[in-house]
């Protein structure tokens, strides 16, 4: 059974960092690019950042390139969002998401609150 | 302001059939597929439609997906009071490289 659990969410101030972790098991980790999705409060979905199998290669939406970093573990099968100089308009439930061919997996998210 | 355009809200009542455009461009649903997604609040979505018009394995018949051009369309049919839920449309946007949803459609069953 595949199963993706994030934390590291948490409240932070603005220009704050916050690590998120997505801890992934029941599939071939290394053999999958994996996706990080936000949510702000009572808004719509947003993409933000993806990453290849091998690390190799990223893409990240425009808002939040230059602050944020995915990475992965392949090792220990887990995906990671380092976020930097954090703004009010980052606070969202973040999830990761695995998609492979008309299979699609979801966390339970993580919420990240950017406030003073 | 989404990349990806769709009615805020749409309605019908149980068992009738109801659609959900989704509006894009050349560089996205013009070149590439089309998802949609099912999120009832406070609950991770759900992929209900993948590459233009094949559902995954468990969802039912009853929802099905086209695409025309730089456009979407989810239709539901038989409606049913579960059915009440949040849909996005998605697909990847070659000239940003990036993933892009639309803003969304609140589906309310009457």
């Known amino acids: 059974e595949v199963q993706l659990v994030e934390s590291g969410g948490g409240l932070v101030q603005p220009g704050g960092s916050l690590r998120l972790s997505c801890a992934a098991s029941?599939?071939?980790?290394?053999?999958?690019?994996m996706s990080w999705v936000r949510q702000a409060p009572g808004k719509g979905l947003e993409w933000v950042a993806n990453?290849?199998?091998?690390?190799?290669?990223?893409n990240y939406v425009d808002s939040v390139k230059g602050r944020f970093t995915i990475s992965r573990d392949n090792a220990k099968t887990s995906l990671y969002l380092q976020m930097n100089s954090l703004r009010v308009e980052d606070t969202a439930v973040y999830y990761c998401?695995?998609?492979?061919?008309?299979?699609?997996?979801w966390g339970q998210g993580t919420l990240v609150t950017v406030s003073s | 302001q989404s990349v990806l355009t769709q009615p805020p809200s749409a309605s019908g009542t149980p068992g009738q059939r109801v659609t959900i455009s989704c509006s894009g461009s050349?560089?996205?649903?013009?070149?590439?597929?089309v998802y949609w997604y099912q999120q009832v609040p406070g609950t991770a979505p759900k992929l209900l439609i993948y590459?233009?018009?094949q559902r995954p394995s468990g969802v039912p018949d009853r929802f099905s997906g086209s695409k025309s051009g730089t456009s979407a369309s989810l239709a539901i049919s038989g409606l049913r009071s579960d059915d009440e839920a949040d849909y996005y449309c998605?697909?990847?946007?070659?000239?940003?490289?990036?993933?892009?949803f639309g803003g969304g459609t609140k589906l309310t069953v009457l």
């Open positions: 990453i290849k199998e091998d690390g190799s290669e990223k």
């Open positions: 029941g599939f071939t980790f290394s053999s999958y690019w």
């Open positions: 998401e695995l998609y492979s061919s008309g299979s699609d997996f």
């Open positions: 050349s560089s996205n649903i013009g070149s590439n597929y």
């Open positions: 590459r233009n018009n």
């Open positions: 998605a697909a990847w946007d070659d000239s940003l490289s990036g993933r892009v």
